[in-house]
């Protein structure tokens, strides 16, 4: 992402209702690792740190692992004292010197610079000490690419089906994999599919999903945090976003 994107993230991420609720749906799949307080958590590609601070506060340790030096800055103004930034690479996480609990992979293996997705889960696996979790929140369904997507990178989504299989392989069981956003697929698939793809010439190149407007940013808010209610129980068959929590096997 550019540095305005990052910029950006950094004043948007603690209270946009987007981040606000991803944070939430995030938190019903933390609740399934025991002793969360006793445990390390990597968060590769950790952007501007909003999900180290806001997210996984409740982790005894939390190190994130960043290439771009504009993110990094606006990550280290937000560390505690058990918190550290690191810059490295997820195509090459050998340089990770500290085996850990848990991993973080929040839109990250959507990225253009993700040179295999395979490759970055293998390494994961052996990053992770022995029944490590792997945490994962992504773009769901190709078909929803959108001016968004160009803007932040990505170069593809994700099923439930194909990103599981791919962790069966890395050596990791599931515990929980749903979609979610299940209310704003239905808007998504308008804008991007369709309205996006009818009118390209006259869309901005700006972050246009990240415009806010109060009265509707209170409304998708209410929409997606309804999801935690049926998250806690089950799973949701159709959604804009996947999320996946994954355990280690060897």
Same mark, same amino acid.
């Given at each position: 992402?550019? @540095?305005? @994107?990052?910029?950006?993230?950094? *004043?948007?991420?603690?209270?946009?209702?987007?981040?606000?609720? *991803?944070?939430?749906?995030?938190?019903?799949?933390?609740?399934?690792?025991?002793?969360?307080?006793? /445990?390390?958590?990597?968060?590769?590609?950790? +952007?501007?740190?909003? !999900?180290?601070?806001?997210?996984? &506060?409740?982790?005894? =340790?939390?190190?994130? %692992?960043?290439?771009? $030096?504009?993110?990094?800055?606006?990550?280290?103004?937000?560390?505690?004292?058990?918190? /550290?930034?690191?810059?490295?690479?997820?195509?090459?996480?050998?340089?990770?010197? @500290?085996?850990? !609990?848990?991993?973080?992979?929040?839109?990250?293996?959507?990225?253009?610079?993700? #040179?295999?997705?395979?490759?970055?889960?293998?390494?994961?696996?052996?990053? %992770?000490? =022995?029944?490590?979790?792997?945490?994962?929140?992504? +773009?769901?369904?190709?078909?929803?690419?959108?001016?968004?997507?160009?803007?932040?990178?990505?170069?593809?989504?994700?099923?439930? #089906? $194909?990103?599981?299989? =791919?962790?069966?392989?890395?050596?990791? *069981?599931?515990? /929980?994999?749903?979609?979610?956003?299940?209310?704003?697929?239905?808007? %998504?698939?308008?804008? *991007?599919?369709?309205?996006?793809?009818?009118?390209? #010439?006259?869309?901005?190149? /700006?972050? !246009?999903?990240?415009?806010?407007? &109060?009265?509707?940013?209170?409304?998708?808010?209410?929409?997606?945090?309804? @999801?935690?209610?049926?998250? #806690?129980? +089950?799973? %949701? &068959?159709?959604?804009?976003?996947?999320?996946?929590?994954?355990? =280690?096997?060897?």
């Amino acid at each position: 992402m550019s @540095e305005n @994107e990052f910029t950006l993230y950094d *004043r948007l991420e603690k209270d946009y209702w987007w981040f606000k609720a *991803r944070r939430n749906i995030l938190s019903v799949f933390l609740s399934h690792i025991e002793k969360i307080e006793e /445990k390390t958590i990597l968060e590769i590609g950790c +952007g501007a740190g909003g !999900n180290l601070k806001y997210l996984f &506060p409740d982790f005894l =340790k939390r190190i994130g %692992l960043e290439i771009n $030096e504009t993110a990094i800055k606006y990550a280290r103004g937000k560390i505690t004292d058990n918190t /550290k930034i690191i810059r490295g690479d997820a195509n090459d996480l050998g340089t990770v010197q @500290e085996r850990v !609990n848990c991993v973080a992979l929040l839109d990250v293996l959507n990225h253009k610079n993700i #040179k295999s997705v395979n490759s970055v889960l293998v390494q994961v696996n052996k990053l %992770l000490k =022995k029944d490590g979790y792997l945490l994962i929140s992504d +773009g769901a369904f190709n078909f929803l690419e959108g001016s968004h997507s160009e803007n932040v990178d990505s170069a593809r989504r994700f099923t439930i #089906k $194909e990103l599981t299989s =791919k962790l069966i392989k890395s050596n990791f *069981r599931i515990i /929980k994999a749903s979609y979610w956003g299940f209310s704003l697929f239905f808007i %998504l698939f308008l804008k *991007r599919a369709i309205f996006e793809r009818l009118f390209r #010439k006259r869309i901005s190149n /700006k972050s !246009n999903d990240l415009v806010s407007i &109060p009265i509707i940013d209170s409304i998708f808010y209410f929409l997606v945090n309804s @999801e935690t209610i049926v998250l #806690k129980k +089950g799973d %949701l &068959p159709l959604g804009a976003s996947l999320a996946i929590l994954a355990q =280690k096997t060897d």
